[in-house]
């Protein structure tokens, strides 16, 4: 199975597994893991402004092959056009569209996210 991380699941499965429950830690042990690049940049911008403490190397996670990289392309941002205004957050109105588009469930514990009619699985 091939699964897409929210940026929170991200941090929670790299700097707080505890938080994560025991089916999405199986499912994220036997699966194609795939980190957007959009949360990359998530993550970075809010470490920049001080919004979060996170020092992992994104680089090393990918090298070392603990995600497979989803880079952001025209189709994704075309799409976030049909999504409805349900959740105005930018990165993740681009997760979703990346997961319709690309067809892979996107892992969330985001309510708000989780309204909108496409795959995912609640973390």
């Known amino acids: 199975m091939r699964v897409l991380l929210d940026t929170q699941i991200l941090i929670w499965a790299i700097d707080r597994p505890t938080k994560l429950n025991s089916r ?3 499912i994220l042990n036997q699966s194609e893991v ?3 690049t959009i949360s990359i940049y998530e993550i970075l911008l809010k470490r920049k402004i001080g919004k979060l403490d996170f020092t992992e190397k994104f680089e ?3 090298r070392d092959e603990v995600f497979i ?4 392309n025209y189709k994704h941002s ?3 056009y049909d ?6 957050d930018p990165f993740d109105r681009m997760l979703i569209a990346q997961s319709i588009v690309e067809k892979i469930p996107l892992i969330t514990s ?6 909108y009619d496409f795959k995912f699985i609640s973390g």
């Open 110 to 115: 985001d309510k708000m996210i989780q309204q």
């Open 69 to 72: 990289p989803l880079d952001l």
């Open 34 to 36: 795939y980190l957007s």
């Open 60 to 62: 090393d996670l990918i």
């Open 78 to 80: 075309l799409a976030t």
């Open 83 to 88: 999504l409805p205004l349900i959740h105005r």
């Open 24 to 26: 999405i830690k199986e």
